[in-house]
C-alpha cells in the first residue's frame, strides 16, 4: 500500500530477516530495528567501537556484514519522522523498554508521532516524553468509534470465521465463536420475557434491547457435555 501510495522506489523495508531498499524516504521496520538505529546515531557507538578488538566479538560472518550495515544505516541526519505504531506496547513488560528507548533515542530534529487506539494514561505519557526529550507533546484525541475498525476471526481447519456476531448484520446473523449478541436481539423466548419484551423483534428494535456476550451454541453445547461427564 506504501509503494502505490509513495512509488516504489521510495518505500523500503527493515525487519532484521528482511532488508529491501534500506534507506528509503520511507522506511517500514520493526521497533527494535528502529531503536538500534537510533541509539547507534546518538551515540556514534556500534559492536565494533569503544576499544572492542574484532576478535573479541563472537560473531559470524553475516552477523559482521549486518553490523556494519547498520552503523551505514544508523545515519538519521535527515529523518525528519518517525511513527511509532502501537504505542501503548510501551506498558508491557517485555518489550516496553524497546519503545521508551526509541523515544529517548529519536534525535531531536525528528518528530515523533505515537499512535494507538487503546493507550489509557495518554496524558501522563505525554509529560513523561516531555521530560525525557525536552520537546513539547501535543496530544490528538479522537472521539468516537475506531477510525479503523477491529475485526476477530477464529481458524479452523477449513477457513476463518468471524469470532463475534457481526453487530451490523441485524437479526439471525450466524454467531461467531463466542457469539456477541451484538444487534440485542435475545436468542431463546425465556429470555425475551426475562427481559419483559413482549411480540415479535425487529430490527427496529434493536436499540432498545441491551447488549452483551452470548456462547455460541456450539461451544456451549460441548462445555454443557463435558460438566455432564
Excluded: C
Excluded at 521510495?10 to 528502529?34: C, F, H, P, W
Excluded at 563472537?58 to 559482521?64: E, G, P, T
Excluded at 544505516?73 to 523498554?97: P, T
Excluded at 513523561?128 to 476477530?152: D, F, H, I, N, Q
Amino acid at each position: 500500500e506504501m509503494r502505490q501510495i509513495f512509488g516504489g522506489d521510495k518505500v523500503g523495508l527493515s525487519t532484521g530477516d528482511i532488508s529491501i531498499r534500506r534507506g528509503a524516504d520511507v522506511t517500514i521496520m520493526t521497533t527494535e530495528v528502529y531503536r538500534n538505529m537510533a541509539w547507534r546515531a546518538k551515540t556514534g557507538q556500534s559492536n565494533l567501537a569503544n576499544g572492542i578488538e574484532q576478535d573479541d566479538i563472537q560473531m559470524d560472518n553475516s552477523q559482521l556484514l549486518e553490523s556494519a550495515r547498520m552503523d551505514e544505516f544508523a545515519d538519521l541526519s535527515s529523518n525528519s519522522i518517525v511513527v511509532l505504531d502501537e504505542f501503548h506496547y510501551m506498558g508491557q513488560k517485555g518489550r516496553g523498554s524497546t519503545w521508551e528507548e526509541s523515544v529517548i533515542f529519536t534525535p531531536q530534529h525528528t518528530q515523533i508521532v505515537g499512535l494507538s487506539a487503546t493507550l489509557p494514561n495518554a496524558h501522563r505519557l505525554a509529560a513523561w516524553m516531555e521530560s525525557v526529550t525536552g520537546r513539547k507533546s501535543v496530544l490528538v484525541e479522537a472521539g468516537g468509534k475506531r477510525p479503523v475498525p477491529l475485526k476477530y476471526y477464529f481458524a479452523s481447519k477449513r477457513d476463518f470465521s468471524p469470532l463475534f456476531r457481526d453487530v451490523a448484520a441485524g437479526p439471525g446473523a450466524d454467531h461467531g465463536l463466542l457469539g456477541l449478541r451484538g444487534d440485542g436481539i435475545t436468542k431463546t423466548p425465556k429470555k425475551l420475557k426475562d427481559m419483559k419484551v413482549k411480540g415479535k423483534i425487529t430490527a427496529d428494535d434493536n436499540n432498545a434491547l441491551p447488549r452483551g456476550l452470548e456462547l455460541h451454541p456450539t461451544l456451549q453445547s460441548s462445555l454443557e457435555r463435558r460438566l455432564a461427564s
